[in-house]
Structures are given as C-alpha cells and as structure tokens.
C-alpha cells in the first residue's frame, strides 16, 4: 500500500523568508510524486511532479520541490514567501507500476506573515 | 486555460434519497476521477474512467455508487441512496491521456450535505 505524510499541520513564514514544506512518502515501487495546493473554495492547483531524472523540479508560482531517494521524501521549496502563497498545500503519491489513483497527505496549511 | 467544472456547487439532500453530482472535464482529457474529501480528513479516491468504463475504484466504491459518461463532455457520479457519512466534498478531476505521470487537474468541489 501507498502513504503519504505531511508531519506539519501548520507551517508560518514570513514574507520573504525561505519555506519549505515537508513530505515523505512510501510506495513498494518507484514513485510519481505530485504537489497540490488548495485556496479557500476552490480546488486542488496542481503546482509540479516528480516523474523521473532531475531530483530538483521546478513548478508554478516560483515553487520548486527536491525528490530524495534515500530519505523517500519530496519537500516542497521557494526561496522567499509571499503573503500570497497562504493556502492549504498538499503532497501526493502514485506508484510507478501500481494504479493511477492518488494518495494524498492529510495536507499543511502554510500561513505567511506580511 | 481549459478547467474542470463541477456543479453544483453544494448540494443538500435527505438521507435515502439519489443525488447526482456532475462534472466536465478538461475536453481533451481521457481519464476521469472521483476523489472525496470528508471534512477535515485526507483527500481519498473513489474511482478512474477510461475508455467508457471503470478502470480502478476503491473500496469506498461501492454497489451505492455509479459513474457514467452520459454524452461526449459530462462525467456524473451517482449515489444512489446516501448516508449521513456520504456528506464530503467531491471532486471530478481529468488527465490527458495513459500516461502515468500526467498529472490531474481537479474541479472546484461539490459540497454534499445529507441530513
């Protein structure tokens, strides 16, 4: 079976200050990885994947995201928070050779500080 | 840039009574995908469409649940008698074709409310 972690509920930054947001996931196989971001009353934004190759891809908005084998994990990165960027985040998993539904982490709620 | 669409928006309903909650997918898009998320749990997977027929479904799915793909755009998912623990949000997503790594693009959600 597939999981997905987000250890953090909530994460707070300050505008302009680096974020990171965590994710670590476990698959029997190869992963696909994915990040989503959700505003309020609105649905699942899809911000970048992992597929293969580079460990390091970059996605919407200036977000970036750095797949680590060993520590199977997939945090989400960006170098200086906007207050924009306050919103409900979430990582998300598929096995290369499993099936093509999702496995999504319980979510983390990033708040940044103007 | 092309959106998945879902309506309604909220839908309130009796318990033992059918709701239908619709979605159009991205147009080019070949896969179809009901996910729920019941408040304040994990988004979860229902079920995949492909080619006018399930392709995956989860045990969430079950005989109370149906999908269809009525016309060349619509993609519906049917509950037949709902539950008070059917109450969630629903999401219809879409991807581009078999490839795995083709990420989904998700609708805005239809809130269900069973009484």
């Known amino acids: 079976a597939q999981s997905v972690a987000q250890p953090e509920d909530q994460v707070n930054v300050a505008e302009g200050n680096p974020l990171t947001v965590k994710c670590t996931y476990s698959v029997s196989g190869n992963p696909y990885l994915f990040w989503y971001v959700q505003y309020p009353n609105r649905g699942l934004q899809f911000l970048l994947k992992y597929i293969t190759g580079d460990n390091l891809v970059k996605g919407s908005y200036g977000f970036e995201a750095e797949f680590n084998k060993s520590q199977t994990s997939f945090h989400l990165k960006k170098p200086s928070a906007l207050v924009s960027d306050s919103a409900l985040y979430f990582c998300?998993?598929?096995?290369?050779?499993?099936?093509?539904?999702?496995?999504f982490g319980s979510g983390t709620r990033l708040q940044v500080q103007p | 840039e092309p959106e998945v669409t879902q309506t309604p928006s909220h839908q309130v309903t009796q318990m033992g009574q059918e709701v239908i909650l619709r979605c159009v997918p991205i147009s080019n898009h070949l896969y179809f995908y009901w996910y729920r998320q019941i408040l304040g749990q994990k988004v979860e997977f229902l079920v995949s469409?492909?080619?006018?027929?399930?392709?995956?479904k989860s045990e969430i799915f079950d005989d109370q649940f149906s999908v269809e793909r009525p016309d060349g755009s619509n993609f519906t998912l049917k509950i037949r008698s709902t539950k008070l623990e059917d109450s969630a949000m629903y999401f219809c997503?879409?991807?581009?074709?078999?490839?795995?790594?083709?990420?989904?693009?998700f609708g805005p959600g239809t809130r269900l409310t069973v009484t």
């Open positions: 997503a879409s991807s581009r074709d078999r490839g795995g790594g083709n990420e989904q693009y």
């Open positions: 469409f492909y080619n006018n027929e399930i392709s995956e």
């Open positions: 998300a998993v598929r096995d290369v050779a499993g099936r093509r539904a999702l496995t």
